[in-house]
Structure formats: C-alpha cells, structure tokens
C-alpha cells in the first residue's frame, strides 16, 4: 500500500516521536516495505475463529490492600519533582 | 578443584560440589568473578558487573544454615537487562532507560533468590529485545565468542555469549520472535522458550506482551530443567500466568522409542545453508537410531509467520513503550524552555534507538483507524489460524522439529542495513511464540568454519516434561559439549 | 424562551462514571481511600513502571454484575479489556485500560417515575486516571487516583426532557447505593455526568449534531445545563446556523455552557484487547450467587412500602429515595404498637428530615434512633400525648438523646384524658367567664377557641384536646335554653 509522508507524519505524532525530514522519507520507505511485505496475510482465509485462550481459570485479586511503595520512594526516579509530586511543564488546557 | 574446572562445571555439579565441600563457596565466586573481568571486554556481553553487589549476595548466603535446601544454592546467574532488579539497574539496552533502578525484583529474580541463586549481573541485549543481532542496542554490539567478528545472535546476545563462554553457567534471556533459541543456536548453548505463561513476566519488561517469555540460557539440558523447576509456576502478579505447577524429569530411553516426530517441511528447504542443512540430517539420524519415527510433515502457515509476528509483536510494543515518556522515570530531555509536549517528543525520540522506533511506527500504524482491520486485526484472525494448525499436528505427532535458524552466525553488520533480511531469518522460531508451545534450541552441530548450529525440537503446550526429556536424551547421545568449546 | 424550544424535541443521552467503593484500585492493591499525600497510594502497576502487570479486583466484578442484574441488562459470557491509547501526564501507562467492542455489558434500563423505560446502551469497567494540579509554570502530577475503578453507563438517547435526565440520575444514584457498590457523592467525584444533548425538528426522525456537556456534579446542574445548551442550540438553528459538534464544560455561577478548549482534535485511541488481561469470563454460576445475595432495590422497596405499610406514593417514594432513610424508617416500623407506620413516615419526613438536614446527621448513625421515633408514635397512638405536646418531646429528644418514654415520665407530659378532671376544669373556666359563654350562646361559635386556649394554659396543654373540646362543646350547649 502507499505511504505518504502526511501519513507518517500522523503516525509520528500519535507515537509521540519527532522525525527529521530525512526520517519522515526513510519511514515511507520502510513502511511501504514491510506492508507490502504482510499483505501476504490476505492470501490466508479469513475464519471466523475466537481466541479462547488455553484455560477458562480466572486470574483475579481478592479486595485487599496492599501496602505501597510510599510517596517518596514514588517520585525517587522521577526526573523533575515538586514535593511528592511528579513536575512537567505546564499543562494546557 | 582448579578454576577452570570450576568455570566449565553445569549448575548441578555447582551445587553439589558445594554441598559435598569440593571446593568452596568462595572459590566458585572467585572463579567467575574473575573469568568475567578477564572475558567479559571482549565480548561486551555485559551492561551491569559489580563485584559489591555480588559480594553482598554470598555474604547474606553464607548464613544460610542449611544450604541444602536451596536447589540453586551459590549459583551464579546472569540476567538479560530487560528484567528487573532491585539492586542493579535495568535499561533493557536502551538509552533511555541508563542507570534506571527499579524498585521492585521481577518474581523470576525473588525466585531464584530463594533458591539460593547469586545474580551476577545484567546482560547486554538488542534494545527492549527487538532484533536478532545484539546490534541495536545502546552499550554496543556483542561478539560472538566463537568469533568475535561474528554475532551471538538475539535478542538475548549477552546472555548466550556469556554463558558459552563459561562466565557463568546459567543466564537467563527472554524470547518473543525466537530471542533465547536463536542466540543459544548461534552461541552453541541450550535455550529454552517455556509455554506462555510458565514463567511468570512480572518484572520482564514487555515487548510483545502475548508472545514474551522468560527462560533459561545453560550448557546442559539439566541444568535448564533445573532453572525452569525454580523460575516457573503460577505468579498471582501475572494474570497471564498458568495455574498449572513446575515438573518433574524423569529421565528414561525408553521414553525415546516409538516418538513420533514430525520435520516442519517448509524450515528445510534452500534457503538453509549448507553446514545447517548438514546438521540438521545428522540429528534427524540420530533421533531416528533412538527410536524414534521422525518424518516430514507440512506446516503452509508458517509461510505467514513472519507477518503475523510483525504486525502483532510491534503493535503491542507501541502500546508497552508508550510509558516511556520522561515523567515519572528514565531519560528526559533537558531543554527547560521545552513545553509538556516538545518534553514528551524529545525524551522519546532521544531515548529510543532506531529499529525501536521503526518498530514503534510499524505497530502504531497497524493498530491505526481504518487500517486495525486490515493489519492488526487480520494478523489475529492468522495467528488463531496458525495455533489451531499447530494443534492438529500434534495430534499426529509428539514433537516437531526444525534447525533453530537457517544459517550460523553472520558477520557484525552484514544484515543490519536490511530489516527486511533480518527479520525473515526468524522463521524458524516465530511460530512457536505466535502458537505459545514451548521448543528449545541445542546444538546438534558444527560447521566448517567453527561455528555452532542449533536443532530446535518443539513440544504441545505446556508439555515442558517431555520437551526436555527428549532434549536431554538427545544430548547425552551426542556429547556436543564436551567436544566443543569456544577459544575465548 | 420556550417558545423557542416548542419547535424542537429535545434529545439526551447521558454517560455516568461512577466509581465503585472498593477497598483496593481496580488492576492493583493500592489503597482507594480519599486523600492523602500525594502519590501516597501508588505501586509499581498504577505508577505504570516498566514489567508491572494489571489483575483484575474481584470486588469490581461482583458489583458490575450486581449493577447489571439491578438494571436487567445481558451480561456477555466473555467480555475483553482493551487498551485505550493517549499521552497525557495522569495516564502513566499512556493508555487506560477500559472496554471497547466487547463490553462487560448490554441493555437493561430504568424506569422513570413517569413510567416511561429509559434503555441502556451498555456499561463497562474502567480505571481511574490520576489528578493534574496547575501551577503558573509547571503542572504536578498525583497518581493516588490512577487505577481507581470505574463503571461507566450509557444511555441510549431516549431521555426528552432535563427533568427526565434528572430523574433518570436520581434513579440509577439510588440503585448503586441501594447495592452498596458506590456511595456515588457528586460532589466528591464518585458520580459523574456527562450528557449529549441534541435538538431535532418536533416530529422528525433525523438527529441533530449534539454536544456533550461533561462533569455535571449535580442534579440541580444536570438539568440547569441542560435547559441552558438546549436553548443556545435553538437560538443557532433558528437563526439559521449550524450546530458545531463540541466538547462544553458548564459554568455553574452564569448557569451557562461554554466550549471547551479542545486538548486535541478527536482522538485516534487505537483500542485493541488489552494482551496482559484474559477474556473475562462471567458464567451462570457466578451471576447467581450475585443475583441471590442481592438486596431490595429502590423500586420494589418502593412498591412494598406502599402494599404493605399502606403508605400513599409519594410518601413511600420519599422513604425510598435513600437507603438509608429507607433503612430507618423499615427500622422504626418494627417498634410500632398503636402507632401508624403512616404517622412514623409523617414524623420522619417532616421533622426528623429538618433535623437531619439542618445538624447534618445522617440515618445511619441518627442521634435519635428509629426506636426513639417508634415510642413516639405510639405514645400518640394510646393517646398518652398529643401531637402538639409531642413536638416538644421531639425537641427534647433532639437536644438530649433521652428516649420518649423517659422525657414523657421527666417531664410529666402525660396527657390527661380523665373525664372527670377535664370536667372539672372546664366548669371551672365555663363559670369563671360568662361574658364568653354569652357570646357563645348568642351565636359566635368561634369564642370556643378562647376556652380551649385558657384551658390548655390552664393545664399545661396537657390534657387531651380531643376530649376537652367533646367536654366544653356539652357544658357549653348545656347552658343553651331549651337544651
């Protein structure tokens, strides 16, 4: 199928990454590559089959608390912090 | 026991060696301390080593008083750096993760632990384990210890490397798309990728969140088995994780005679070459004077595998990395004037190595309004196809087998400009992630010029029991091990 | 204005996010509670580190089914948990997981007090994001609530009027806290309303473009809001205008609807079934053991208060409105001897409500006990008091605590009912006053009043009005001539 770069761009921007103008041409590229690549699938039947999964067995939590790794130790990696709260630039809304 | 001994003993001969005081807890350490700052440049196989943690590690065991209670006792184990640990770091070979600490241990850590397994360090891997190469991560390629200009193979590299060149015995990696096998295959060592949900994958950083699995990377097929008893069983932390417990082997040749084994057709044709191909005869010869009846059986969906593993695997990992946004951990981009979303732009695009983000492009568009159906959604429909395949073959047949890779160990840079070419190199093992069976890579073979190859023997799922009783006969019979090693 | 509307039908759905009262988050066993420093309540799965993995809080389920039983909706055997993908500082995982094409589940409705039934389009289970606060240069981000459950219910838009989406909120707000699975307090943010309104020419079949008006945190709000965005839409079409599909916020001092700055254009969110959670599997078994333990829900507590307390509707569909009203008035019910439980709704409802609402109790914890209510009733009932000396033991219960009984006995408020002593009283003042007794005679029946008067003050107000007023009426007409 055909890619162009408006597309990548929009694709860009829904990963939230930044791409060079080299970049956006070199996406084309390769996204065009590996699509042409699965349409192969289409050579495959479409069945109708529902993934069950190998066991019905529930994998739930009872409702209890569990203790938590506290507010400081929370923001303790974080790049930018105020207090314990996370810090990022100014939201707009 | 002298320390080159040491270095070439299998964790079982480890524990038991302690255990009937041939030598100390001390020497064992001291041995592969020592091994990996001599070895360990060269192959670049590490991200993380620090003898302090380490020595922190065997203090705490030495108080141990009854040692013999503990199945992994003083063993030490490397861990691809994709899994977390609480006391070293975690970057999954990626820039954007440096000197992250997390703050939990993945559950497959705690367990060796109380098994009484020192972690060793972590190991250098294609970034967030994407790629079949070690060539994408951000600490460097990792050599091939039977040729350093050559490859070990990923996305687990530095864990096969490290463990076939005697830095330790037991490592353990991860696989998605064939990141343990294809590695193990490359670097002459055993590799098992456990059935879906085995192994718990709390604490596995994700990639391809329904087709990841942890596993062991060891020289013997005991010592996986040994390492799969201790990491596997049901994690409450992981909904994925089976309910079923780990297994005994038993281990009997008899078990070997009348197995039906089935050649997947389409994994031996040309574009194997030479030397695999060779191999690949041999063991099916070998398994054939064990008893076994081993014919050729058709697999057409395997053709489709490929895409399937692209499409899927990629767009779940464009969903697992979005959390890597420079806010609550990891790299930041340090512009100050830089707005909430040129923060979240930079970090990413800065942080992210650039097969990640193809693979991120790749998965986003496939999951995109008005292409899901076409991409995403038909790669589902084909992978139901593929496992209800899979299924109806073992109905016929016990195991299925096929050469782990179509070639050796290829060059440091020779397929790392077409993504295309690497990509296809994984038909081997794709199938077994997308149908979630378990397979294991050993070496059956050597080629001309010195290089490991891989026989992959893949079982019905959550028949791990089997799988490896078959492996372990089939290993016992050709002694690959104790005819080869590695000159490093 | 509504003029203006007459041309038009008035088209409404509404989408309520009620967070479910659980002890620990939907995906991990952080704590839910209210407050607390900021991202106290936070592990390694809500804070979205990398290798954390979602399992789901069985608490949640069992309420989503008791909700779905208590709407009569289909509950899918299999339903999926998908991901739904944005960058937003409050969303650590950059995706929240909720539900998507297979939702937990269908149809079902409510009943409206006009009896008219109000359809479901479906409800699902969703997390919680976490909270934003603004500063001049920088944002700061708490994930206490990240991870806390959520159902969210979808009307089908059937809903015609603000008055019938008010209605239709009370309703499903005293539903799940009927079930106890949410205590649903607008203000808080435990019970959110957004709503889509649309206009369509009076008769036709085609919709008009709506506009979700989002966080409506009350019921006064909802329908305020609602008037308002319906006659701004009539004021464009009328003008011969477009209606623009928008996002509005609702200003509650202008009681006006203003667009909200758009975060983006509409969001691409790339659903897919989310790979660390399986199929949710929901079978017969499980729903009946829900269905048995579930309790009596507004509209049939309703019904049976009517049948079997013999109380008029709007009485029984006050007592129901709140389950614990509901709770203390059944309560007080179980002391009544010659007390009417009709006469317990009175007091409760009138009275007692005043109380409650001016000293901010509640009838869960209600210094004046339901029993308290029931002594009072009855001592009305045998007569021992009147209604009037009554509301001064009220008042006394209130201030004191003291139960009937005891401030009756305290006080001696016992009413006098003596035929005897009432007769003497009487004679007594008829006697003492003869101008009065004249008046009386001579035609102006209404000078009964000023005996009654000087001989309730005379007595305290203790003795019964019923057998003075049978008691002067005879003394008096005895003085008539001829009698």
């Known amino acids: ?93 | 026991m002298s320390s080159t001994k040491i270095s070439s003993l299998s964790a079982k001969a480890i524990v038991s060696g302690l255990a009937s005081r041939s030598f100390a807890l001390d020497d064992v350490i001291a041995t592969f301390v020592e091994r990996t700052k001599k070895v360990c440049p060269a192959l670049n196989s590490h991200v993380f080593f620090s003898e302090e943690v380490i020595s922190k590690q065997v203090d705490a065991l030495k108080k141990t008083s009854n040692p013999e209670s503990y199945p992994l006792f003083g063993v030490p184990v490397l861990v691809k750096d994709n899994i977390c640990t609480m006391d070293m770091p975690t970057t999954c070979g990626s820039k954007i993760l440096a000197g992250y600490v997390p703050q939990y241990d993945a559950t497959v850590i705690s367990r060796l632990r109380n098994a009484g397994a020192v972690i060793f360090g972590k190991t250098n891997q294609d970034e967030f384990a994407m790629g079949s190469s070690n060539e994408n991560s951000a600490y460097g390629p990792v050599k091939n210890p039977w040729d350093l200009e050559r490859v070990p193979g990923g996305s687990s590299g530095g864990s096969a490397a490290a463990v076939a060149a005697e830095l330790v015995p037991v490592a353990l990696g991860s696989d998605t798309g064939g990141s343990i096998r294809q590695p193990a295959s490359f670097c002459g060592v055993v590799g098992l990728k456990p059935t879906y949900g085995a192994v718990s994958r709390y604490g596995l950083v994700a990639y391809g969140s329904s087709l990841d699995c942890i596993g062991p990377i060891t020289r013997s097929v005991e010592d996986a088995a040994m390492v799969f008893d201790v990491i596997s069983g049901h994690d409450p932390k992981d909904a994925t994780s089976l309910h079923s417990g780990s297994r005994e082997i038993p281990n009997s040749e008899a078990m070997v005679s009348k197995k039906r084994i089935g050649v997947i057709s389409e994994l031996i044709g040309t574009g194997n070459d030479l030397d695999t191909t060779h191999s690949f005869k041999e063991a099916v010869l070998e398994l054939k004077a064990l008893g076994a009846v081993v014919e050729e059986v058709s697999l057409p969906e395997i053709e489709y595998s490929i895409a399937m593993y692209y499409l899927i695997a990629t767009a779940e990992a464009s969903s697992n990395l979005a959390r890597f946004d420079g806010i609550r951990f990891g790299h930041r981009s340090s512009d100050p004037t830089q707005s909430l979303k040129e923060l979240y732009l930079n970090s990413r695009s800065e942080g992210f190595g650039k097969e990640v983000k193809q693979r991120i492009m790749l998965g986003t568009f496939a999951l995109s309004s008005g292409y899901y159906d076409a991409y995403y959604g038909k790669a589902l429909n084909a992978r139901e196809q593929l496992k209800s395949a899979v299924k109806r073959l073992f109905s016929q047949y016990d195991f299925l087998i096929s050469p782990t890779s179509p070639t050796t160990a290829f060059k440091i840079g020779e397929k790392i400009a077409d993504p295309l070419s690497m990509y296809l190199s994984d038909i081997g093992t794709i199938a077994a992630n997308l149908a979630g069976i378990p397979a294991i890579s050993i070496p059956c073979g050597m080629s001309e010029s010195r290089l490991p190859i891989g026989l992959q023997i893949m079982a019905p799922w959550n028949q791990e029991t089997s799988l490896l009783q078959l492996a372990g006969i089939y290993e016992k019979k050709l002694k690959w091990s104790e005819r080869y090693k590695p000159n490093v | 204005m509504s003029d203006l509307l007459q041309q038009f039908d008035l088209v409404i759905g509404l989408e309520v996010h009620c967070q479910l009262d659980t002890q620990s988050k939907l995906f991990c066993g952080c704590s839910t509670s209210f407050g607390g420093e900021p991202n106290a309540h936070t592990c390694p799965v809500c804070l979205g580190l990398p290798g954390a993995l979602p399992v789901v809080n069985k608490k949640v389920l069992d309420s989503a089914i008791a909700l779905a039983l208590a709407v009569g909706a289909d509950i899918r055997q299999r339903s999926v948990f998908a991901r739904k993908q944005y960058f937003y500082p409050d969303l650590p995982k950059g995706y929240q997981i909720s539900q998507f094409d297979l939702p937990f589940c269908e149809k079902g409705g409510i009943t409206l007090t006009s009896g008219k039934f109000i359809e479901l389009t479906r409800i699902h289970i969703e997390e919680d994001a976490g909270k934003n606060v603004h500063g001049d240069k920088n944002s700061f981000v708490d994930l206490n609530r990240a991870g806390i459950p959520l159902l969210e219910i979808v009307s089908t838009p059937q809903l015609e009027s603000a008055e019938e989406a008010s209605d239709f909120l009370r309703r499903l707000h005293s539903i799940v806290r009927f079930l106890e699975i949410s205590n649903a307090n607008m203000e808080e943010g435990s019970f959110r309303c957004d709503a889509n309104v649309s206009l369509k020419r009076k008769g036709a079949t085609k919709l008009g473009t709506r506009c979700e008006i989002k966080n409506l945190n009350s019921f006064r709000n909802i329908e305020r809001a609602i008037h308002y965005e319906a006659v701004r839409q009539a004021d464009i079409i009328v003008q011969g205008g477009t209606i623009i599909q928008q996002t509005m916020l609702f200003d509650a001092n202008s009681g006006s609807t203003r667009p909200m700055r758009s975060k983006e254009e509409s969001h691409d969110y790339r659903y897919f079934p989310d790979p660390d959670l399986p199929v949710l599997f929901i079978n017969e078994e499980r729903i009946e053991k829900t269905r048995k333990s579930l309790p009596e829900l507004p509209a049939q507590l309703e019904k049976r208060f009517i049948e079997q307390f013999e109380l008029p509707a709007v009485d029984a569909a006050q007592l129901t409105s709140d389950r614990d009203l509901a709770k203390y008035f059944e309560s007080s019910t179980k002391f009544l001897k010659k007390g009417t439980p009709k006469l317990a709704a009175n007091w409760i409802l009138s009275e007692l409500a005043r109380e409650v609402n001016d000293r901010s109790w509640t009838y869960m914890n209600c210094p004046v006990s339901a029993q308290s209510i029931a002594q009072l009733v009855n001592a009305i009932g045998e007569g021992t008091i009147s209604g009037k000396i009554a509301k001064t033991v009220f008042k006394s219960m209130v201030e004191t605590g003291k139960d009937p009984e005891t401030i009756i006995k305290e006080e001696g408020l016992v009413q006098i009912s003596d035929k005897s002593a009432i007769r003497t009283l009487v004679e007594r003042i008829v006697n003492e006053n003869p101008a009065q007794v004249a008046e009386f005679l001579s035609g102006k029946e209404k000078i009964i009043g000023f005996f009654v008067g000087r001989i309730m003050k005379e007595s305290g107000g203790k003795m019964n009005p019923a057998a003075v007023n049978a008691v002067l009426l005879s003394t008096l007409n005895s003085k008539k001539v001829g009698s």
């Not at chain 1, 990548?8 to 990454?17: F, R, S, W, Y």
């Not at chain 1, 529902?50 to 990696?77: H, K």
């Open chain 1, 1 to 93: 199928m055909q890619i162009d770069a408006h597309m990548v761009a929009q694709v860009a921007k829904l990963a939230h990454l930044k791409l060079s103008s080299e970049e956006i041409v070199y996406y084309q590229n390769h996204l065009e590559s590996i699509l042409g690549y699965v349409q192969q699938l289409d050579k495959m039947a479409q069945s109708q089959q529902v993934a069950t999964g190998e066991s019905e067995i529930q994998s739930e939590r009872e409702d209890v608390r569990r203790p938590s790794v506290g507010a400081e130790q929370a923001v303790i990696q974080a790049p930018d912090s105020s207090g314990t709260f996370f810090q990022v630039p100014r939201i707009i809304e």
